[in-house]
């Protein structure tokens, strides 16, 4: 016993088990990939059962250390090349890694791993096991040749092993966390293993590759990975700066099929149909229409004051009959004088009976008390207001209380499904051509996004304007006149037409360009950016 007071031993023992743990690094990171095969409530299992079965072994390579030192004697020779036990067993080792890594990475990058029918195929608790221990024995052989060379006393041979598997045991668990929540690392990895055994085979043909060369590879490789593991992480960073609406969006929309492209100039450039696509583009519009509705504000939805179509309670009966038969709504603001002197809203069927067997409106018996709300209200609140409406129109007033629209629950549907024009109304936005459209100055932005492949955060960019003529007066700065021309987003605005300040009618054809700020110009005069 005098050698457990010897420092060299003690100087040996601490020297071998750090070189048992770095050269099992590699070992632990296949377990790693190894263990995922499993399910996971037999993952620790196979992990300490194949590193115990594998300590027995080292122990037992260790054991008959007179035999590990003859392996370096040649077996046979093929021509020049002289093969011996060790040399066979890191070639063997080496083509088994190669193997393994191969047909891992090629599940990885195939993006379906052990997959199959839509259901997770997991491998064999023993086969696992298996692999785990033969692969210990390859990755271990140098170690143990190394130990035996280090140290003349098998106790601390042995002790050193025992302690570099324990701590083997502990890093496993973590390592293997740490693997399976990056995949990247997972495919590094793999990488390295294939990479190691490489340099098995090539140092069993007689090829020595110096360590040196394989660490600083790793290492070099690591540090990128590092690096972009750092680049991950700050992106994530600022994902979670996102309203969490907004990300909750982004995500479903990918799911459905991702986000059109910006620059749907043609045909070939538009989403293709439903072979291709797990969902058609209207389900998908649908759907953004949902997630995008809370954050719309009422203007964006509403009918706007100059499209309301109120009743006179002062106007003769024929004019009252007239506007009410003509008109396919179900309910009307009436007023005195203007719209903005409310005095209750009425069914049509309502008023037609006054007129018939009254001569006039009844103001008494069938006008209901007008719901009224301020332009600042949330839509899921203006919602709830709908629904306790029951059908009735709700009347929308700016801060000095003037009228400044109203809606219905049809609004809130062609917010989500697109436009259902009346009878007396025509579609805001037509297609005439592949990349063009004809849009009404009063189409709303929502629904120009849509059809421009554009993201919906560009129709908030109109700040209080709602519509398509509000976004353009907002860039030209004044009232425009016809053949004047934006340019944004890589589309062309031409206005057409417009009548008593208002832009009545505008021309959209894709440029094919994106442009960084918008630019405006003049048909008719210089394109200079103003």
Same mark, same amino acid.
């Given at each position: 016993m005098e050698w457990l007071t010897d420092p060299s031993i003690w100087i040996g023992l601490v020297t071998l088990v750090v070189l048992e743990i770095v050269l099992g690094?590699?070992?632990?990171?296949?377990?790693?990939?190894?263990?995922?095969?499993?399910?996971?409530?037999?993952?620790?299992?196979?992990?300490?059962?194949?590193?115990?079965?594998?300590?027995?072994?080292?122990?037992?390579?260790?054991?008959?250390?007179?035999? /590990?030192?003859?392996?370096?004697?040649?077996?046979?020779?093929?021509?020049? +090349?002289? @093969? &011996?036990?060790?040399?066979? =067993?890191? $070639?063997?080792?080496?083509?088994?890694?190669?193997?393994?890594?191969?047909?891992?990475?090629?599940?990885?990058?195939?993006?379906?791993?052990?997959?199959?029918?839509?259901?997770?195929?997991?491998?064999?608790?023993?086969?696992?096991?298996?692999?785990?221990?033969?692969?210990?024995?390859?990755?271990?052989?140098?170690?143990?040749?190394?130990?035996?060379?280090?140290?003349?006393?098998?106790?601390?041979?042995?002790?050193?092993?025992?302690?570099?598997?324990?701590?083997?045991?502990?890093?496993?668990?973590? /390592?293997?966390?740490?693997?399976?929540?990056?995949?990247?690392?997972?495919? +590094?990895? @793999? &990488?390295?293993?294939?990479? =190691?055994? $490489?340099?098995?085979?090539?140092?069993?043909?007689?090829?020595?590759?110096?360590?040196?060369?394989?660490?600083?590879?790793?290492?070099?490789?690591?540090?990128?990975?590092?690096?972009?593991?750092?680049?991950?992480?700050?992106?994530?960073?600022?994902?979670?700066?996102?309203?969490?609406?907004?990300?909750?969006?982004?995500?479903?929309?990918?799911?459905?099929?991702?986000?059109?492209?910006?620059?749907?100039?043609?045909?070939?450039?538009?989403?293709?149909?439903?072979?291709?696509?797990?969902?058609?583009?209207?389900?998908?519009?649908?759907?953004?229409?949902?997630?995008?509705?809370?954050?719309?504000?009422?203007?964006?939805?509403?009918?706007?004051?100059?499209d309301i179509s109120f009743l006179d309670i002062e106007a003769d009966r024929d004019t009252l009959r007239k506007q009410i038969l003509d008109a396919p709504h179900s309910f009307f603001p009436v007023c005195r004088g203007e719209v903005d002197n409310v005095l209750g809203i009425a069914r049509g069927k309502d008023l037609i009976g006054d007129l018939i067997e009254k001569g006039a409106i009844d103001e008494a018996a069938n006008l209901r008390k007008p719901i009224i709300v301020h332009e600042s209200i949330g839509m899921l609140r203006l919602i709830d207001t709908l629904r306790d409406s029951r059908g009735q129109l709700v009347l929308v007033t700016d801060e000095y209380g003037a009228l400044v629209g109203l809606v219905t629950p049809i609004d809130i549907l062609e917010a989500i499904a697109g436009e259902f024009p009346d009878e007396d109304e025509t579609a805001t936005i037509t297609m005439v051509a592949d990349g063009r459209w004809i849009m009404d100055g009063s189409a709303d932005l929502h629904a120009v996004a849509h059809a421009l492949g554009l993201d919906p955060a560009w129709a908030s960019s109109a700040g209080s304007f709602s519509s398509l003529g509000g976004l353009l007066l907002k860039h030209f700065g004044m009232v425009p006149t016809p053949q004047m021309v934006l340019d944004m987003k890589g589309y062309r605005f031409t206005v057409e037409q417009v009548s008593d300040r208002r832009i009545d009618r505008v021309d959209v054809q894709y440029v094919g360009r994106e442009l960084g700020e918008a630019s405006v110009s003049n048909l008719r005069g210089d394109h200079g950016n103003h």
């Open positions: 690094i590699d070992n632990l990171i296949f377990i790693a990939i190894l263990a995922d095969k499993l399910p996971p409530n037999q993952r620790d299992k196979a992990r300490v059962v194949g590193l115990i079965l594998a300590l027995l072994m080292r122990l037992g390579l260790l054991s008959v250390m007179s035999w /590990l030192i003859t392996l370096t004697k040649p077996l046979f020779s093929i021509g020049p +090349l002289s @093969l &011996s036990a060790r040399d066979l =067993i890191l $070639l063997l080792g080496g083509i088994f890694l190669l193997f393994k890594a191969t047909l891992e990475l090629h599940e990885r990058l195939e993006g379906m791993p052990h997959a199959e029918s839509g259901k997770t195929a997991y491998a064999g608790f023993w086969m696992v096991v298996t692999q785990i221990v033969i692969l210990d024995a390859v990755f271990s052989l140098d170690a143990v040749i190394t130990a035996v060379g280090m140290v003349e006393h098998l106790t601390v041979m042995m002790a050193a092993v025992v302690i570099a598997v324990g701590v083997m045991l502990l890093a496993s668990k973590p /390592l293997t966390r740490f693997v399976n929540a990056h995949p990247t690392v997972v495919v +590094l990895c @793999l &990488s390295f293993l294939l990479m =190691i055994g $490489l340099s098995l085979v090539a140092e069993g043909v007689g090829f020595h590759i110096p360590k040196g060369y394989l660490y600083a590879a790793i290492g070099f490789s690591v540090l990128i990975e590092g690096l972009n593991q750092l680049a991950r992480r700050n992106f994530l960073r600022h994902l979670a700066g996102l309203p969490m609406r907004q990300r909750t969006a982004d995500a479903v929309l990918r799911l459905l099929g991702g986000r059109r492209t910006n620059n749907p100039g043609t045909q070939d450039d538009m989403p293709v149909a439903n072979d291709t696509l797990p969902f058609a583009p209207e389900e998908r519009s649908m759907v953004s229409g949902v997630l995008t509705l809370a954050e719309r504000s009422v203007r964006s939805v509403m009918t706007p004051r100059a």
